[in-house]
């Protein structure tokens, strides 16, 4: 599946299965409130996993932001906020949802991260379940965005899911499509478009590619292969 069709898939994701296209625990006829709650015990877990650097006196970009699940929970531990999300209907909900002052959300190409502010830095990347949907290729790309964007001492928070993909796997991604493709638009709790597909990185090659890049890996953590943690550091 393309890029641009996975992009187009998350732009109308909102309208095919509403919340719970931001996370499947949260029923999709449930309430915002829910959804930010769920936000917040996320990063919470984040948190204790990953030592995360916080403070009003530091700012971050979150990637991959959608309407703001974690976004609102980040505000309530930086002193500025910048969301990022490649569906632009995602970015719009977000920002008529936000009641932070210190937040602010933009569209980006999926491509680069290059806020629209020429001189942006920030203190913390942070990504949550969303950097295992972009190839090698990209991901890189994305990687060298935040060395760029963050400043001496800044992390690169992120979340992945490094299950290896097995032939079990590749089947489900197959038949989700499917099920797409018949108009079934979820199946036994996800939703089954095309955005949902992963890829496998491997702790030796995300060791390599960032190192390459000139971040140091502080930390690789969780409690099993689907939630691992990466903290790297620009030095």
Same mark, same amino acid.
Not at 40 to 64: C, F, K, N, P
Not at 104 to 121: K, L, M, Q, Y
């Given at each position: ?14 309208? @095919? ?44 970009? @979150? ?6 699940? !974690? ?10 906020? *910048? ?8 970015? @719009? ?40 949907? !972009? ?20 992390? *690169? ?16 991604? *197959?038949?989700?499509?499917? !099920? ?56």
């Amino acid at each position: 599946m393309s890029q641009s069709a996975s992009v187009e898939w998350w732009n109308k994701s909102l309208d @095919e299965v509403g919340l719970h296209g931001m996370d499947k625990l949260v029923d999709s006829s449930g309430s915002w409130d829910a959804l930010l709650q769920s936000g917040r015990e996320d990063l919470a877990r984040a948190l204790s996993l990953t030592d995360m650097t916080t403070g009003q006196d530091r700012a971050v970009l @979150e990637i991959g932001c959608g309407v703001g699940r !974690l976004t609102a929970a980040l505000a309530d531990r930086f002193g500025r906020v *910048l969301g990022v999300d490649v569906a632009p209907t995602l970015i @719009e909900e977000a920002q008529q949802r936000n009641t932070h002052q210190s937040v602010s959300f933009e569209v980006c190409d999926g491509v680069r991260i290059r806020p629209n502010g020429a001189d942006f830095t920030c203190d913390t990347v942070f990504s949550y379940e969303v950097l295992y949907y !972009l190839n090698r290729q990209s991901l890189t790309t994305y990687f060298e965005d935040a060395f760029v964007l963050l400043t001496s001492g800044g992390q *690169l928070v992120f979340h992945l899911n490094m299950e290896p993909i097995r032939v079990s796997t590749r089947l489900s991604f *197959l038949f989700r499509r499917a !099920l797409y493709a018949c108009g079934i638009k979820q199946f036994r709790g996800w939703p089954t478009g095309a955005g949902l597909k992963r890829y496998f990185h491997s702790e030796a090659w995300l060791r390599q590619t960032l190192t390459r890049i000139g971040f140091r890996v502080e930390r690789i953590v969780g409690p099993n292969l689907r939630q691992k943690w990466i903290v790297a550091v620009k030095p």
